[in-house]
């Protein structure tokens, strides 16, 4: 089965600083690669999604993730941070024939003002 | 579109009641997915659905049970619910069909928040 890891439980930045959350999945085929976001008290919402072409993927609210195949990483980017962007953050993968999404334990999340 | 529907938001069972989530998709998903969600364990899978009449186990489907006899509702049930079973809850769901950048993004319910006293 395949997996997904997070290693950073907890982050605490001040805002207007950077941001990078780290994700390492292993499975050795083709994946499709997803960031979502879970808002206190709210659902998980996608964030930005990876599935083949450029490895520099573009998402909502100034996010960005880059996907390094060498590396089986699918790191979470934004250069400055808000206070609207404290919220938990899970990266995801799945194949393109799979029936499952495989989440990693999530990152949370809170900028300081 | 509502999306995928989750009710109820909150509910709290004594040991041993049962109870359903109702889980509903307006979008024509052929999959969908029940997870848990625990603090620092993210989501775990309990069980999906590829399609109507086809359900099977994800990684912690132990203590619940579920059906898919149309396309597009997909309930959960808890028959003899325990403290363990404390969590909040989310249906999704995932279209499948179509190009893959469409076909393979999940779409999350609001949740349901369980707690089992």
């Known amino acids: 089965a395949q997996s997904v890891s997070q290693h950073n439980h907890h982050v605490i930045l001040s805002e207007a600083a950077s941001l990078e959350l780290g994700c390492n999945y292993s499975?050795?085929?083709?994946?499709?690669l997803f960031w979502y976001v879970q808002y206190p008290g709210q659902h998980l919402q996608l964030l930005l999604k990876?599935?083949?072409?450029?490895?520099l993927v573009k998402g909502i609210k100034g996010f960005e993730a880059e996907f390094i195949k060498s590396k089986f990483s699918f790191n979470l980017r934004k250069p400055s941070v808000q206070g609207s962007d404290t919220a938990e953050y899970f990266c995801?993968?799945?194949?393109?024939?799979?029936?499952?999404?495989?989440f990693g334990t999530g990152t949370s999340l809170t900028v300081i003002p | 579109n509502a999306g995928v529907t989750q009710t109820p938001k909150f509910r709290i069972l004594k040991i041993g009641q049962s109870m359903t989530l109702q889980c509903t998709q307006d979008?024509?998903?052929?999959?969908m997915y029940w997870y848990r969600q625990d603090p620092g364990m993210g989501l775990k899978l309990i069980y999906y659905?590829?399609?109507?009449?086809?359900?099977d186990k994800g990684e912690v489907p132990n203590g619940y049970n579920v059906s898919r006899s149309t396309t597009e509702d997909f309930p959960l049930r808890l028959e003899l619910a325990a403290p363990s079973q404390t969590s909040v809850y989310f249906c999704?769901?995932?279209?499948?069909?179509?190009?893959?950048?469409?076909?393979?993004?999940?779409?999350f319910g609001e949740g349901s928040w369980l707690t089992v006293v």
């Open positions: 979008m024509n998903h052929n999959y």
């Open positions: 999704a769901s995932s279209p499948h069909r179509g190009p893959v950048r469409n076909r393979n993004t999940i779409y």
């Open positions: 499975y050795g085929g083709t994946v499709n």
């Open positions: 990876y599935f083949s072409g450029d490895p």
């Open positions: 995801a993968v799945n194949t393109n024939t799979g029936n499952q999404f495989y």
């Open positions: 659905s590829v399609g109507a009449g086809i359900t």
